[in-house]
């Protein structure tokens, strides 16, 4: 454990300002924009649901229930914004302050396995590894979730190899816990027993760790407190569905259950990838980190052979959990995530050396004038007309002449900037200028970049112009809808479910049309417009998100058609 003048002292001067840096980078355009898919809306939605209709156990998606992601970040954006009234800060909060956590977590484990002067290195590197501050910047479940395995990692760690410290691994099983109904693989910090198992096997003649066994009912209660984590909102969504009689809710339950969970992992029905796809997430979305490897990977080997019980523990889990994800057939790039902040704590001892390595040196230095040139060029060949790309994008997103203008503009300051920087630090100030770029990075995409884009990437502008097509009197129904259109409509909407047919929708969207046909209207995907409209009276109102849209006014049904079944029907994405 450590002495109370340890926990006093200051940490230099230098590393205290690139944490602020860093700090204010990860803050930098908070408020500034609305929701944007592909998660973001779906979450804000059922968390405004909640607030509104004060039903927080079943998340909602429009009518219909949304039994994809358990419901408690969700709360966390609900509480968010009964806390502070507006949703623009709110949903972003909760991934802001775990992203804070965490580099606090990555930090403090490290100084205690280590050095203090490791702990700063492992927290700087999660910071400038490209994954952590784009999920940080993200209102997405992850984040948290990351926070979560991070902290119940950190508090069996503390028990395991700086132990026995049982209330901290309490914590930590609470935490996996709380993590698996927060998302289901939460209960991944878990599986760093079986490391630890396998240490104390190999050495149990003088054993380095603590004996698994003569604990009993002290493993006990760590199992009551993961289910105590869990049960925050299993045991009251079971009795709740135990005492309904609504087949809805049993359905619920069931999706959430097991669907969601094991059928999920074990038969993934959509992002399919083959086993090696997270090679390429490591070499990419885990940069510069990832540029480290052949130089982190020897000095590991060396040290596991040599039986460090800290790296046995942190490496062992890492490859645990990527054999765990890279055995099922549905691969997202966030999956691994939750095994940055261990590597980082595994690399920190080892990266004050490396950073004095020429090698090492060049290669970050090189990666440094990618980034600033690279951007810097591709903003200036698309101000000056010398690349097509900006104006494929621009086509791909309806983005006016002007708004692509400003988004480059702010690529081209990040790319100047970055470059001042890098050419300030060379390589005698190469730590340093990681943490600077980066945090100029995440600062323009906050304040510029995701701005600039928000009202097309948020299907704000499309909204606006639909409410204003209508007038304010109208009522607006949607068929084949995405969530941001949802969140985004200027009035009370009706919908007719979102994982329904989209026979099904107009089935219903059908009556309620010819109820009051001077008055509604029916804002549909152009793939999912029904031959029972009047296809001359239907009105393009443009596109968002890279679909079109359209607007069917209720004179345009036609009385007494029923709508086939759709060909080849686009399943929605869940």
Known sequence: MTSSPHRLRLPPAGFVFLVVLAMLSLLAGLGLREPSPPDEPRFVLAARDMVESGQWLFPHRGIQFYAEKPPVFMWMQAAAYEVIGQWRIAFLLPSLLAALLTLWLTYDLTARLWSRKAGRYAALALFVCLQFGLQAKRGQIDMVLVAMTTFSLYGLARHLLRGPDWRWAWLGFFAAGLGTVTKGVGFLPLLVLLPWAALWWRNRQQPRVERPSGNAWRWGVAVLCFIAGAGVWVFPMLLAVFNSHDPAFQAYASEILFKQTGKRYAGAWHHVQPFWYFAQVIVTLWLPGALLLPWLAPAWWRRLRRGDPRLWLLLGWSALVLLFFSASPGKREVYIFPMLPALCVAAGVLLPGLMKRVGVQRTLLAYLLA??????????????????????????????????????????????????????????????????????????????????????????????????????????????????????????????????????????????LLADPSHRWIFVLDKALTPCADRSLVVEIGQSNRNHWLLVPGTAWKPGCTTPAFPGEEGQVP
């Open 371 to 512: 980034l600033s040139l690279g951007m810097g060029a591709m903003a200036l060949s698309g101000l000056l007309g010398a690349s097509e790309w900006a104006h494929r994008l621009a086509a791909q997103r309806d983005i006016d002449e002007a708004t692509l203008r400003t988004f480059l503009q702010w690529m081209l300051a990040f790319g100047a900037c970055s470059l001042a920087v890098v050419l300030w630090a060379r390589t005698r100030r190469l730590g340093a200028a990681m943490v600077v770029v980066t945090a100029l990075l995440w600062a323009t995409y906050g304040l510029g970049l995701a701005p600039t884009l928000d009202a097309d990437s948020s299907a704000r502008k499309l909204m606006q112009r639909v409410g204003a097509h209508i007038g304010p009197q109208a009522q607006l129904g949607m068929v084949a809808w995405r969530e941001q259109n949802l969140l985004q409509s200027d009035r009370p909407t009706t919908d007719f479910g979102f994982k329904k047919s989209w026979e099904e929708q107009w089935a219903a969207a059908g009556p309620w």
